[in-house]
T-cell receptor
Framework: GDSVTQMEGPVTLSEEAFLTINCTYT??????LFWYVQYPGEGLQLLLK?????DKGSNKGFEATYRKETTSFHLEKGSVQVSDSAVYFC????????????FGAGTQVVVTP | NAGVMQNPRHLVRRRGQEARLRCSPM?????VYWYRQLPEEGLKFMVY????????ESGMPKERFSAEFPKEGPSILRIQQVVRGDSAAYFC??????????????FGPGTRLLVL
């Protein structure tokens, strides 16, 4: 079945550092891909998405490009802030599904001043 | 437009008791999804409902768990005879009415269930 694998955390960075969180997927079709962010004690918020190969999703300085050839959707941000400290989840929406989301295990990011 | 609302935010139950978790979708949304997040893990799909219908319950445990979304009122996830392994965060999400359910899902803040 479809699955999502993302790098383990925690990832600890200093403010203004470059952030990359790796995400790869396995899928039988052409899924849509998402990054969600979860701040402490809160629910998940959609950060960005891409629905087809080579699409780039972007929001709040974060970017991710849907790479079909490497089955990847890595999340990047050029200069992180303390407020970016959160858990980041990569997810896919199965092609033939009504819309079920399959999540990775999450990567905790800690940004220090 | 208020977001997805869940209550209670925190729920403590003793083994063998029942837990009822409520979810009110966003206004204009009639697709509701429940997910469970076990400690240190990602979210796992449980069930997808529309008003008065269960569309996909492939992620629901076979026993003790049930879900409903009545014509009026919130969606309810019910766990009977809770066990310690049910301790988790339970998230509800919703997506808009009149669209394909493949629209973006908006998540509530979750209910954190602790079974003693």
């Amino acid at each position: 079945g479809d699955s999502v694998t993302q790098m383990e955390g925690p990832v600890t960075l200093s403010e203004e550092a470059f952030l990359t969180i790796n995400c790869t997927y396995t899928a039988t079709g052409y899924p849509s891909l998402f990054w969600y962010v979860q701040y402490p004690g809160e629910g998940l918020q959609l950060l960005l998405k891409a629905t087809k190969a080579d699409d780039k999703g972007s929001n709040k300085g974060f970017e991710a490009t849907y790479r079909k050839e490497t089955t990847s959707f890595h999340l990047e941000k050029g200069s992180v802030q303390v407020s970016d400290s959160a858990v980041y989840f990569c997810a896919l929406r199965e092609t033939d599904s009504w819309g079920k989301l399959q999540f990775g295990a999450g990567t905790q990011v800690v940004v220090t001043p | 437009n208020a977001g997805v609302m869940q209550n209670p935010r925190h729920l403590v139950r003793r083994r063998g008791q029942e837990a009822r978790l409520r979810c009110s979708p966003m206004k204009g949304h009639s697709h509701v999804y429940w997910y469970r997040q076990l400690p240190e893990e990602g979210l796992k799909f449980m069930v997808y409902l529309q008003k008065e219908n269960i569309i996909d319950e492939s992620g629901m445990p076979k026993e003790r768990f049930s879900a409903e979304f009545p014509k009026e009122g919130p969606s309810i996830l019910r766990i009977q005879q809770v066990v310690r392994g049910d301790s988790a965060a339970y998230f509800c999400a919703s997506s808009p009415t009149g669209t394909q359910p493949r629209e973006t899902q908006y998540f509530g803040p979750g209910t954190r269930l602790l079974v003693l």
